[in-house]
C-alpha cells in the first residue's frame, strides 16, 4: 500500500536528491513520489509492463490480424517491423483461407501461426547471439507510430482503442526517459 511504499523510500532513500524510478504502470505511486521527493523525480513507466499488457489485451487464439495489430502496438517503442511485414505477407491469405472453410481455414491458421513463431523465435535467437537486445525506438519513431494507430483507432476493437486511450493519457510517464 502507499504508507508502505512511502516508509521503504524514505528509509532507504535520500529524498533530498534528483531521482528517476522506473515502476510497473500502478496509478498510486506517482502520488507517493511527489509526497517524497516533491519535483525531484523523474517517473518512468516500465515498457515491458506495458508490453506485457498490451499481450494480455489480446486473445490467445488470435487470427493474423489481430496479431498485427497486436505487433502494431508492440511497435510503438520498440522495432518490431520484420514481424509486422511477416504478418502483413499473410494478411490476404487469411482473408481467402476464410471463405473457403472453416476447417481448412483452422488448419492454415495453426501453420501460419506456427511458421510465424518460429520466424520470431529465430529472430529471438539471432539478438541473442549477437548480445543485442530488441531496438528500441526513438522519440520521434515511437510518437509518429503512436499517432499513426489513433488515427486508425475507429477500424480497432474497444479494447485497443481502451489501451491507445490509457497509452495517451500514460505517454509522458512512458516516454520520461527520452
Not at 510497473?24 to 515491458?48: P, T
Not at 481467402?96 to 491458421?109: A, F, N, V
Not at 507510430?145 to 474497444?158: A, G, H, M, V, Y
Amino acid at each position: 500500500d502507499a504508507g508502505t511504499i512511502e516508509g521503504f523510500l524514505r528509509r532507504n532513500l535520500d529524498t533530498q536528491k534528483q531521482i528517476f524510478i522506473v515502476t510497473d504502470l500502478y496509478r498510486g505511486y506517482s502520488d507517493v513520489f511527489k509526497r517524497v521527493f516533491g519535483n525531484k523525480v523523474i517517473h518512468q513507466f516500465c515498457l515491458l509492463h506495458l508490453n506485457k499488457l498490451i499481450v494480455n489485451d489480446f486473445p490467445r487464439k488470435t487470427s493474423i490480424e489481430q496479431e498485427l495489430v497486436k505487433y502494431r502496438l508492440l511497435n510503438i517503442f520498440y522495432n518490431r517491423e520484420p514481424e509486422i511485414e511477416f504478418l502483413s505477407c499473410l494478411i490476404e491469405e487469411e482473408k481467402t483461407m476464410k471463405q473457403i472453410s472453416s476447417r481448412e481455414y483452422k488448419s492454415w491458421i495453426r501453420e501460419a501461426k506456427n511458421l510465424f513463431h518460429k520466424f520470431v523465435r529465430d529472430l529471438e535467437l539471432k539478438r541473442r547471439r549477437e548480445n543485442k537486445n530488441l531496438v528500441q525506438r526513438d522519440y520521434h519513431d515511437a510518437l509518429n507510430n503512436f499517432k499513426c494507430l489513433k488515427r486508425e483507432s475507429d477500424s480497432f476493437t474497444i479494447s485497443v482503442r481502451k489501451r491507445l486511450a490509457r497509452i495517451e493519457e500514460l505517454w509522458p510517464n512512458l516516454t520520461a526517459f527520452y
